[in-house]
């Protein structure tokens, strides 16, 4: 009995989601790494020993300027993350869902200045949720599928770093 070979895929849906976290895959991360204390003119957040995060007080007066990797991809309107709600029941229970997104994102953002929420666009049948962070996207999804259970599907593509989700009920 001969077997066939599965047909090339683009994507690889389902739990076990391949996300890649090297740079050189989102455009918006730099690769150099920037000159301590720098701050985000947008946001605040202070680059320091490697990574984004939030600072306590104020940020020294010497510190360089620039824009973070969240704040170019609102100001350019490109989203990592898509996460789209729809079904009966995310009709009819909104708030709860928006209220459970809002709670990821708080979360995740106290910690991760990168992850954040771009827009929330409430259409008559669905909402669609951008995000600046493919992770931020799937966390949202995960929470809603552990919360509410449904049909949660991902959709990552690797050539544009772009993360869809959906989650149906």
């Not at 849906?13 to 918006?28: A, C, S, T, V």
């Not at 666009?121 to 949202?140: M, P």
């Amino acid at each position: 009995m001969q077997s066939k070979s599965p047909a090339a895929v683009t994507f690889r849906p389902g739990r076990r989601l391949e996300i890649l976290d090297d740079p050189n895959f989102d455009p918006y991360l730099t690769k150099e790494k920037f000159a301590e204390p720098t701050v985000c003119r947008g946001c605040g957040a202070v680059y320091h020993v490697g990574h984004w995060q939030w600072q306590t007080g104020t940020a020294p007066i010497d510190a360089q300027q620039v824009v973070c990797p969240a704040c170019r991809r609102i100001a350019e309107d490109f989203p990592a993350g898509f996460v789209t709600i729809d079904g009966p029941f995310a009709l009819k229970s909104r708030q709860e869902l928006l209220n459970l997104v809002r709670h990821v994102e708080g979360h995740e953002r106290a910690e991760h200045p990168l992850k954040r929420i771009m827009a929330i666009d409430e259409q008559a049948d669905r909402l669609i949720i951008t995000t600046t962070d493919i992770h931020l996207a799937r966390q949202i999804g995960e929470a809603l599928e552990h919360a509410y259970r449904g049909e949660l599907d991902f959709h990552y593509n690797k050539e544009e770093y772009l993360l869809r989700v959906h989650w149906h009920r």
